[in-house]
């Protein structure tokens, strides 16, 4: 029941476990130790020199001290390690992850679409834009060592990046209902050459040309066009940039940004604009809404994406 | 003053009223409501404990077998919801309202009838609760944390939402009580710092309880209006965040955990002196710890959250802190340990339980710390290495010392000694079962096996057996706990004499065994000697 270490940190992981777990298995077996001396020496009756300590302050401040700083050292190194395992390298490649119970839904940006089923290819950073289309979920490799929430109405982000070809379980981690124990699936990791070719044999209407159709089907385009007369944002250059809004706050346009405008458009008003945008609550499904993220993606991208 | 002490002088003679109904119902003793409690709690504990029986015979292959998924879930959110807040809690009410009182030289609790209230919302809290099992549309199985969006797809959930405002009040009540009691009540003579440990852990757990209970009763009635009255508080469509209700929750949710186990660290600090022969090693090292984990388990609730995506600096910041109150917990054990360095050491039940409780608490609190890591957490959370890690500290921690502690002074309530032999055979039989039940459950965490899941992949098909046979043992060796407590109260010809074990000091050894009716009508004239820390210095 050993777990494969099958993304570029799940060595790192193993090993700061492996590092506690061995500190911590020496003070309980210690403890023990002391435990069982001290049962069979003290017990009634034996001859051992019996001392009337009661307290001693320079006891109490060793075994005070030295796990404190123990714990700092241990502490130090989760901190380094954790800042690694949260920021993705910039050319990692999205993919959409819509959640509901009780089903994991995957779509790649070039429209391949799978159902409990996530292809990715060997040695590639891969960022996943996820969320959830009822309650809450949790996106668990456990081979990656990795785990995210994913909550509706809100895009959480995972990356990895896979080191080893083969097929891992995907669990769902969060309680989210009756046929929790059921959402599962499996992560295949393919050499890239095979990954393209799954790719190709695969490809649907890329992901953005969705996203454009709908974006003229909705009427989007009715008050976003240039040419139109309604008072609207154009949506050039909008992904990656600061927009100052209503409230005189500034919001870094991020995918969760796109996603709210389009559902909650309340929330964060643009500044100088009327809040005359409909909500498309309940209109549109997740799945619609990562798709016209990802067609607005493609209408020009700030080229240095701030972190 | 003097016509109140002529009066309690009379009642004394008159003992318990003889009426079932008057004794029980309508008792403002605390004896009796100790008892009460304690007869609840260990009712909860096997209601509990037959929900837990179906989760491990669903576990023991994978598949689904027994149960209805929906069912399952039911019974893991209903066991934990019975063992915490009707078998661990109550019983420490039950522990605190039988000794502190005599452990004080206090002639009853400042609140007697508002002691009795606090009692009896319990039972019908709980059959508020347990009904909806069998009603349609089932009970609540949304696990008992009650996460939104989840929970507010239950039609149960106003139910278990009045349940908790019920339990909340009643250990409000309770926890005031236990307060005034502490602070007003002692004899003359009972300095602060000359209390008990048990008292002490007590009066700082009634603190937390004040703090928390109203954040819980906050969070639900969230959901309640949530679901029934159109408000947005977790629903982003509306501007609210379910994220919100997590950390509301675990701000409640962690000082609990440690509400469940302060008691517990008082209970031991008793018995491992009493079987030592030996005061407590740095007395007030101890109430220092227990008095800086309280504060410090106000902010450590995200550990529970480290999945959900928060801020990089917010994680950290809780990580730190976590770990930070692995040191005083550490302490605590490294000073009980030392207790037992150049005793006198005997090893009847209480102090079989009290040292099993060292190690294997200490077992479960290093699992926390290695929750406590975000990178390992990341991997861990939600899966059976939590499971591993909160068993732990529950069961072989609270559950116990709370068995512990039942040994230690039910020969000081019922008058008679139980039976020793029976006694070792529980402990054994518990100590051997609860590890085989528990500890292949972190292996299963390591490997990836996610929590409250009624079928799972056939990788994890062994360790789920082992743990499932070790789950039957355990909860059968229970029935020897049954049997020694009734033998010992209806059955035992051994009289228990008043000091009833050899090394105890304090005044609740002063008493007569059983505790008569009424005790301490009079305050007592407290000799520095008889108590355990009557002369500390330390
Ligand atoms: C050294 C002290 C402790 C540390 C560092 C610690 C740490 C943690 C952490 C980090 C978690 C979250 C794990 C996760 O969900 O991923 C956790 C869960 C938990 N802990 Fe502890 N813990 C400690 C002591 C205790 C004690 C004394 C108790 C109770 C008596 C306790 C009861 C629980 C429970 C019930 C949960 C799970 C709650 C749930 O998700 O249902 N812990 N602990
Ligand atoms: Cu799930
Ligand atoms: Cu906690």
Known sequence: MTLPQASSFAPNVDHLFDTLLALCTLVV?????????????YRRGTSAERTPARSHLGVELTWTLVPFVLFMGIFGWSVHLWIRLRTPPKDAQPIYVVAKQWMWKVQHPGGQREIDQLHVPVG??????????DVIHSFYVPA???KQDVLPDRYTELWFTATQAGTYHLFCAEFCGTDHSRMRGEVVVMAPADY??????????GLAAQGAALFRRLGCSGCHDPQSGVHAPSLENLYGSTVPLSDGSQVLADERYLHDSI???????????????????????EEDVLALVAYLKTRGTQTEKPE | MAHAATHDHHDEHHGAPSNFFTRWFMSTNHKDIGTLYLIFSLTAFFVGGSFAMVIRAELFKPGMQLVQPYFFNEMTTMHALVMIFGAIMPAFVGLGNWMIPLMIGAPDMA????????????PFAFALMLS???MHGGGPAGGWTMYPPLSLQSDSLAYVVFAIHLMGISSIMGAINIIATILNMRAPGMDLLKMPVFVWSWLITAFLLIAVMPVLAGAVTMLLTDKYFGTSFFNAAGGGDPVLYQHVFWFFGHPEVYIMILPAFGIISEVIPTFSRKPIFGYKAMVFAIASIAFLSFIVWAHHMFAVGLPLGAEIFFMYATMLIAVPTGVKVFNWVSTMWGGSLTFETPMLFAIAFVILFTIGGFSGLMLALVPADFQYHDTYFVVAHFHYVLVTGAAFAIMSGTYYWLPKWCGHMYSEFWGKMHFWNSVVWVNVLFFPQHFLGLAGMPRRIPDYNVAFANFNMISSIGGFLFGASQLIFLGVIIHAVFFSKKKAPDRVWEGARG?????????PHHTFALPPVIHDDELAHGHVED
């Open chain 1, 144 to 146: 990656f060592r990795v």
């Open chain 2, 507 to 515: 005044l609740e050894w002063t008493v007569p065994s059983p505790a």
């Open chain 1, 29 to 41: 077996v210690g403890v023990f130790t002391v435990m069982i001396v001290f049962c069979v020496k």
């Open chain 2, 111 to 122: 609140l007697p009838r508002m002691n009795n209230l606090s009692f009896w919302i319990l």
């Open chain 1, 124 to 133: 590639q950073p891969i960022r996943l834009v996820m969320t959830s289309q």
């Open chain 1, 263 to 285: 559902l909650l458009p309340k929330k964060q008003v643009a500044a100088g604009y009327a809040p005359i945008m409909p909500s498309f609550e309940g209109r549109l499904g």
């Open chain 1, 196 to 205: 393209a070719r799954w790719l190709q044999a695969h490809a649907g209407i």
């Open chain 2, 132 to 134: 909806t099992l069998f």
